[in-house]
């Protein structure tokens, strides 16, 4: 009888060592996961910009000036490659394409030449990536005309391109 509940301890014993399996949740409903705000774009227009002649989520906003247009569009983050391709036409790789920090975004700059139908044309964007969307813009202008641009108008917008929270763009009047 001894050698009886010495088996049987032992046995309790050894099967307590046993891994335990994996659990597994399971919900009635889908859970989707809550995508992040989207931020608003702030930037310094010209005084020569028209209003917004053109605006959409898929194509962003477009403003005619007196010698370029200028467009901001918002896309969904993740492939860097792809959205310098959609915005320029040009593959990554073959832009010299400047990555820097702004604040907590990541800002691409990159400049192109493209004929056009009235000539070659010059463009310049400039991208911050704040882990969720890539904030984009993008001025084109006439070769002939790009050069006194660069050193006027473009440097004060490009300078003055940021994203905030839109609570903070509402509230700061811009």
Not at 81 to 101: I, M, Q, S
Not at 118 to 145: F, P, W
Request: charged residues 20%; contains cysteine.
């Amino acid at each position: 009888m001894r050698k009886l509940w010495v088996l049987l301890i032992l046995a309790l014993l050894l099967t307590g060592c046993k891994p335990q399996g994996e659990l597994e949740t399971v919900m009635d409903g889908q859970v989707v996961p809550k995508q992040a705000e989207k931020m608003e774009i702030l930037i310094s227009l010209p005084e020569n910009a028209a209003s917004a002649v053109m605006s959409s989520e898929e194509a962003g906003t477009v403003y005619f000036c007196d010698d370029f247009v200028l467009t901001m569009q918002t896309t969904q983050s993740g492939d860097m490659h792809r959205t310098v391709a959609d915005t320029t036409g040009f593959p990554y790789d073959r832009l010299p394409v400047l990555e820097t920090v702004q604040g907590e975004a990541k800002r691409y700059d990159c400049v192109w030449t493209a004929a056009g139908e009235s000539g070659d044309q010059v463009g310049r964007c400039a991208i911050l990536d704040d882990g969720n969307y890539h904030y984009v813009l993008t001025v084109m202008a006439d070769a002939e005309k790009a050069g006194e641009l660069t050193e006027n108008l473009w440097n004060d917008v490009f300078s003055s391109f940021q994203i905030v929270k839109p609570d903070a763009a509402i509230n700061s009047g811009s």
